[in-house]
Nanobody, 121 residues
């Protein structure tokens, strides 16, 4: 079982940037696909970006061109670089350890505690 701890959230003005980190332990991190999800108040949790063990990435249309997911297997860490932030990006952001199959990301029960991102207008 993998344990995940997110960090890097905060309050930022629209147009600003944040970098989220997710540190993993307890499993073979390099073998997992990893995903970043977010959940805004009153909305369902949605997949924002995912990265395979080999480094292939996918993004939700709403963040494409603004967010970048990356991973450092030596540090057991996955990152989410967020630029040109908008008020609608406000949410709790969660890290997940999952797997990739047929080009799609599948989450597992391994979630971090979440980190709050608030974008003011």
């Amino acid at each position: 079982q993998v344990q995940l701890v997110e960090s890097g959230g905060g309050l930022v003005q629209a147009g600003g940037s944040l970098r989220l980190s997710c540190a993993a332990s307890g499993s073979i991190f390099s073998m997992n696909a990893m995903g970043w999800y977010r959940q805004a108040p009153g909305k369902q949790r949605e997949l924002v970006a995912d990265i395979t063990s080999g480094g292939s990435t996918n993004y939700a249309d709403s963040v494409k061109g603004r967010f970048t997911i990356s991973r450092d297997n030596a540090k057991n860490t996955v990152y989410l670089e967020m630029n040109s932030l908008k008020p609608e990006d406000t949410a709790v952001y969660y890290c997940n350890a999952g797997y990739s199959l047929g080009g799609s990301y599948y989450s597992t029960g391994a979630w971090g505690q979440g980190t709050q991102v608030t974008v003011s207008s």
